[in-house]
Every structure is written in C-alpha cells, then in structure tokens.
C-alpha cells in the first residue's frame, strides 16, 4: 500500500480547508482546526488528512468490489 497523496490545506481565519486532487474534502473549525494545526507540524501530513478526510484506505477495498452485495 503507498503513501496517500494529492493531499493540501489553507488556513482562511480561523477554519481549515483540506483539499484532495483541488477538490475540498473537509473543513476544520475551532478546536479541531487548532488541534490539525499542532499535529500537522509533529507527523506526516499527508497521512494526517487522509485520517481526516475519511479517504485512508484499509487495504480491503478489492474484497469488498468482489462481494455480492457491491455488484452492480
């Protein structure tokens, strides 16, 4: 499994925008965007937003197609 990618954020005031590929995926206000803030500059940020954004991926994806009640 890579590394997630194509991950950024802005800060506009006090919230925080996280994009994926330019599309916004989230937006962080108040404490949590302080708290984003101070764990951005302690681990990878890239990982950090994938968590946030729910788009981290958990290996199972292809189990998950094949099954019964994903065909379409």
Known sequence: MGA?????????GDDVVI???GITATVLRGA???EF??????SDPQLL????T???R???ERTAR????NAG
Not at 37 to 42: C, E, K, M, P, S
Not at 66 to 69: D, M, N, S
């Open 37 to 42: 803030l101070d764990q951005v500059a302690r």
């Open 54 to 56: 729910g788009d981290y």
């Open 49 to 52: 937003m994938a968590r946030l």
């Open 66 to 69: 094949r099954h019964p009640r």
């Open 19 to 21: 994009r994926h590929h």
């Open 4 to 12: 997630p990618s194509g991950f950024e954020f802005a800060v506009r």
């Open 58 to 60: 958990r290996g199972n």
């Open 32 to 34: 949590r965007a302080s």
